[in-house]
C-alpha cells in the first residue's frame, strides 16, 4: 500500500526548532520529487520546499528561505524538513507530497500539526 506518513510535529516556542519527518512506502521513492507544503487555519495550502529525485536541488519559499532545509535519505524512504527560528506564522499542517513528473501522480501523507507559540 502506498503511504506517506509525517511525524515530528508539535508545540515549539519562537525562535526554536524542529524537524519533521516524511516516510513512504510502496513506490518507487527515489523516482518522484518530494514537497512539503503548509496549510494554516482558513488559508490555502501553500508550497513550503521541494527536494528533487536524488537531493541534488533545492528550494523554498521565500517565507522559509534560509530558516528551513529539505533533504532526502533514497536509502530510508525518508524526507525531512529541518526547521530553524520558527515564526508564529510557520504554525500550519505540514504536508508531505511525492510527485511523479512523467505521470502527475501525487501521493499525499495525512500532515502533521507544527504550533510555533509561546
Known amino acids: 500500500q502506498v503511504q506517506l506518513v509525517e511525524s515530528g510535529g508539535g508545540l515549539v516556542q519562537p525562535g526554536g526548532s524542529l524537524r519533521i519527518s516524511c516516510a513512504a512506502s510502496?513506490?518507487?521513492?527515489?523516482?518522484?520529487?518530494i514537497m512539503w507544503y503548509r496549510q494554516a487555519p482558513g488559508k490555502e495550502r501553500e508550497l513550503v520546499a521541494g527536494?528533487?529525485?536524488?537531493?541534488?536541488?533545492?528550494n523554498y519559499a521565500d517565507s522559509v528561505k534560509g530558516r528551513f532545509t529539505v533533504s532526502r535519505d533514497n536509502a530510508k524512504n525518508t524526507v525531512y524538513l529541518q526547521m530553524n527560528s520558527l515564526k508564529p506564522e510557520d504554525t500550519a499542517v505540514y504536508y508531505c507530497?511525492?510527485?511523479?513528473?512523467?505521470?502527475?501522480?501525487?501521493?499525499w501523507g495525512q500532515g502533521t500539526q507544527v504550533t510555533v507559540s509561546s
Open positions: 507530497n511525492a510527485h511523479h513528473l512523467l505521470d502527475g501522480t501525487n501521493y
Open positions: 510502496g513506490f518507487t521513492f527515489s523516482s518522484y520529487i
Open positions: 527536494i528533487t529525485w536524488a537531493g541534488g536541488s533545492t
